[in-house]
């Protein structure tokens, strides 16, 4: 039962690193600050929750997986608005997305 615990543990530390990962490079490879606010919002939200699940499943102890379970709610409650609120303040100060030009009916 433990080598179960501890596959499960290191398969959700794995996933929730490549999703932190994929997350950076979203920033350096998105054109713009609305889809790089994106990719990283959804990214690292998901992938922070996914390692602080791995860690819970890797200690036996319970105060410290009480204390990652608030760590965990803070995180999946504080991102997504902080995520918000960029993207309010950028609307706010006109901050225009990348208009990519329209495809024309060249058979037409």
């Known amino acids: 039962m433990l080598v179960i615990i501890e596959l ?3 398969f959700f530390l794995l996933l929730g690193s ?3 990962l994929s997350g950076g490079v979203g920033i350096l490879r998105f054109p ?3 889809t ?3 990719a990283v919002g959804v990214t690292d939200t998901l992938g ?3 390692i602080l699940i791995g860690l819970m499943l890797q200690l036996p102890d319970a105060i410290v997986t009480i204390k990652l379970i608030m760590i965990l709610l803070m995180t999946l409650l504080i991102g997504p608005t902080a995520s918000h609120a ?3 303040a950028a609307k706010h100060n006109n901050v225009k997305p ?3 030009p329209k495809a ?3 058979g037409a």
């Open 8 to 10: 499960i543990s290191g």
């Open 18 to 20: 490549f999703l932190c």
């Open 32 to 34: 713009d600050f609305y």
């Open 36 to 38: 790089r606010m994106h």
């Open 48 to 50: 922070a929750g996914l």
């Open 86 to 88: 960029l993207a309010k």
């Open 98 to 100: 990348l208009e990519y």
């Open 104 to 106: 024309t009916d060249k």
